[in-house]
């Protein structure tokens, strides 16, 4: 049944994936870093490794997905209670998703010598449920990742945005690692999040000016009013990240979305956001248990319309790594149209800017 789901998702182009493979180092600094981490026996690339140095990216995404899904199925499906083994981590599903999303940072990170993320907090915020090292989705969140990343730095220094905000931030942890001291970042996710993750980060030190916590419901929530009782300023330029957010807002309040966060934009505002298309998710798409509600055909104009003077959609299959410049790479043959998405399975990157005296870089 899983294949038979999974397999329309797949298109016809394949990605250039070979540069991203975190090879699982034999070295004994890699295994010694796993294995200190996470404080269990290492993790199998049970899934991952089963798939061709050519890969098909939504194909990746979906068939762990729906690995991890079909394995939490019975009723104490996120860590079964066995000999020797904690209770399950009581926890709200949509949070829980957060977890594989940090499992993947922490393999990249301990699979290298050089590891392209580096995020040594990424195992810690696994919050023990280390048995989601099995199958973690490493490419795709690594070069997810790193895409955001980017944003954080280049609004930094091209247009002076020192306030990031994170929607639906999960176990995001720039403010730990991105070494930005006059930055503060806002973090916004339910409280059942914060309750797992806050003990977690609590004795860990900022790499950042502030870290403020933004707690409701997005698309419930009055996201401005929240975020400027934290301090937020809207007058000032921001850089916004959607990382695996997208899927998991209705069609119906999405186009409120967008109007809220470009509302809250001033010039030299960034956003960056990973989804997938229409087709992709009326064919049925979860992750850990958790479905997804939508897919749209025309993020960059839903953000245009939101406010952003500039926007664009790009395939994930022209997305690829130059690791010797530690940069991710965008063929700009790959930018899609709402007519070029339209009926095809598709993993999108979406990114829109408010213009600042002609300092942004070229999307």
Request: glycine share 8%; charged share 20%.
């Amino acid at each position: 049944m899983i294949v038979r789901h999974a397999q329309p998702l797949l298109y016809s182009t394949t990605t250039r994936l070979s540069a991203t493979t975190l090879p699982c180092s034999a070295s004994a600094l890699s295994a010694n870093r796993r294995a200190a981490a996470f404080q269990t026996p290492l993790a199998p690339r049970a899934l991952f490794s089963r798939f061709p140095v050519r890969r098909n990216l939504a194909a990746i995404f979906i068939v762990s997905s729906l690995h991890r899904a079909a394995s939490s199925s019975s009723s104490d499906s996120h860590h079964p209670t066995q000999a020797g083994r904690r209770e399950p981590l009581n926890m709200d599903p949509h949070a829980y998703t957060a977890l594989p999303i940090a499992a993947a940072r922490a393999m990249a990170f301990m699979q290298s010598d050089d590891p392209i993320i580096r995020d040594p907090l990424a195992a810690k915020l696994v919050a023990g449920e280390t048995h989601l090292m099995n199958g973690a989705n490493v490419e795709y969140m690594s070069m997810r990742c790193l895409l955001g990343d980017e944003l954080v730095r280049e609004r930094h220094a091209q247009a002076g945005v020192r306030q990031v905000v994170s929607l639906g931030a999960g176990m995001d942890s720039r403010a730990f690692r991105l070494n930005l001291l006059d930055t503060t970042f806002y973090e916004v996710d339910k409280q059942g999040l914060f309750d797992v993750k806050e003990p977690l980060v609590a004795d860990v030190p900022l790499e950042c000016a502030a870290r403020r916590l933004v707690v409701g419901t997005l698309g419930e929530m009055d996201l401005g009013a929240k975020l400027r009782a934290a301090g937020f300023d809207s007058a000032k330029p921001t850089v916004w990240l959607l990382e695996g957010l997208l899927p998991y807002i209705s069609r119906e309040r999405m186009p409120q979305l967008a109007r809220d966060i470009g509302a809250l934009s001033a010039a030299g505002s960034g956003l960056w956001g990973d989804g997938f298309s229409q087709t992709s998710v009326d064919r049925g798409m979860v992750f850990h248990g958790v479905a997804f509600e939508s897919g749209f055909d025309n993020y960059a104009e839903l953000f245009r319309d939101g406010g952003f003077d500039r926007a664009d959609v790009v395939d994930f299959t022209g997305i690829h790594l130059d690791r010797g410049k530690r940069a991710m790479r965008i063929d700009p043959r790959y930018v899609l149209t709402p007519a070029t998405t339209r009926g095809h399975g598709m993993c999108l990157m979406v990114r829109a800017y408010k213009s600042s005296k002609g300092r942004d870089s070229e999307l």
